[in-house]
């Protein structure tokens, strides 16, 4: 089991920029997928981006792209979520998740963290 602690959330207004952090500890991770999902309040937790652990590759939402970038530090095992131009529409509750699987399917992770609240003010 991966254990995952997200922190970096907050009030930010439109068009500024936060960065997200996920400390994971329990495992190695060389094998695994890290991700970002968010849900807003009402709506269906959806998948922001993700990175693999052992290449570094990334890959993101297309609402996001060019916005927002995933990076990793594997001395720290530490995955961030760089958000720039913040728009009103990213408020939500962002979540980091490691999964085996190379997925965007919430169903497809089986680690969570426990959530923090990003909102941005128009």
């Known amino acids: 089991q991966v254990q995952l602690v997200e922190s970096g959330g907050g009030l930010v207004q439109a068009g500024g920029s936060l960065r997200l952090s996920c400390v994971a500890s329990?495992?190695?991770?060389?094998?695994?997928?890290m991700a970002w999902f968010r849900q807003a309040p009402g709506k269906e937790r959806e998948f922001v981006g993700g990175?693999?652990?052992?290449?570094?590759?990334?890959y993101y939402r297309e609402s996001v792209k060019g916005r927002f970038t995933i990076s990793k530090d594997n001395a720290k095992n530490t995955v961030y979520l760089q958000m720039n131009s913040l728009k009103s529409e990213d408020t939500a509750v962002y979540y980091c998740?490691?999964?085996?699987?190379?997925?965007?399917?919430?169903?497809?992770?089986?680690?969570w963290g426990q959530g923090t609240q990003v909102t941005v003010s128009s």
């Open positions: 998740a490691a999964s085996r699987l190379l997925t965007t399917t919430p169903g497809g992770y089986d680690s």
């Open positions: 329990g495992r190695t991770f060389s094998n695994y997928n």
């Open positions: 990175i693999q652990w052992s290449s570094g590759s990334t």
